[in-house]
Structures are given as structure tokens and as C-alpha cells.
Nanobody, 122 residues
Framework: QVQLVESGGGLAQAGGSLRLSCAAS????????MYWFRQALGKNREFVAS????????NYVDSVKGRFTISRDNAKNMLFLEMNSLKPDDPAVYYC???????????????WGKGTLVTVSS
């Protein structure tokens, strides 16, 4: 079992930055690929970014490439998402997820956090 708890969400201005964190506990963190998904109001949850167990193999949805950076600290069991140049279409609940086998679909995820809300003011 892995417990995931997100933090760092809040209100930012368009063009501003936020840093999301995800604290993992309960199992060996570095055997999981880690992910950020997001769900905007009235929309389906979508993949945002992923990172391999070693910190390599980062992938991003096209809409955040060059603006968001995913990283992890295996020594501290932490996952991060640095979000820069926030846009009006970035607001959503952002979820941290873990997958032992990898993949990028929701069905591939083994564990989910409860999410943290990001709001962007124009």
C-alpha cells in the first residue's frame, strides 16, 4: 500500500508559478513511476506529467511542455511539480499517482492521492 498526499495548491496569477508536492508513505517509493494528473471542472481527468522510478524518463502533455517540470526525491519519498507561466486553462484539481508497471492511462495507476486545487486568476 502507498499513501499519497498532495500539497501546494492555491491561487496564482496568470503568468505566475506554483510548486506542488506529493508525499508518499507506506511502501518503497522508488519502485514506482510517479505521475501528475489533473481534472478541470466539467472535464475528464487528464495526464499531465510522469517520471520514472530513477528520476529519468520524464514525459509531459503538450500543453504544459516548457512550463511545468516534474521531479522526485527518492530519499525523502517526495514528488514535485513546478508550474511556471500559469495559464487560464491550467486550473484544476491536481492528483498525484503511482504505478509499478508504468504507462500513462488512469487504469495503469495503482495508487492515487486526493488532489490539490490550483486556481489561476487572470
Amino acid at each position: 500500500q502507498v499513501q499519497l498526499v498532495e500539497s501546494g495548491g492555491g491561487l496564482a496569477q496568470a503568468g505566475g508559478s506554483l510548486r506542488l508536492s506529493c508525499a508518499a508513505s507506506g511502501s518503497t517509493f522508488n519502485k514506482y513511476a510517479m505521475y501528475w494528473f489533473r481534472q478541470a471542472l466539467g472535464k475528464n481527468r487528464e495526464f499531465v506529467a510522469s517520471i520514472g522510478w530513477s528520476g529519468r524518463g520524464r514525459n509531459y502533455v503538450d500543453s504544459v511542455k516548457g512550463r511545468f517540470t516534474i521531479s522526485r526525491d527518492n530519499a525523502k519519498n517526495m514528488l514535485f511539480l513546478e508550474m511556471n507561466s500559469l495559464k487560464p486553462d491550467d486550473p484544476a484539481v491536481y492528483y498525484c499517482a503511482a504505478s509499478e508497471k508504468g504507462g500513462s492511462d488512469e487504469a495503469d495507476m495503482d495508487y492515487w492521492g486526493k488532489g490539490t486545487l490550483v486556481t489561476v486568476s487572470s
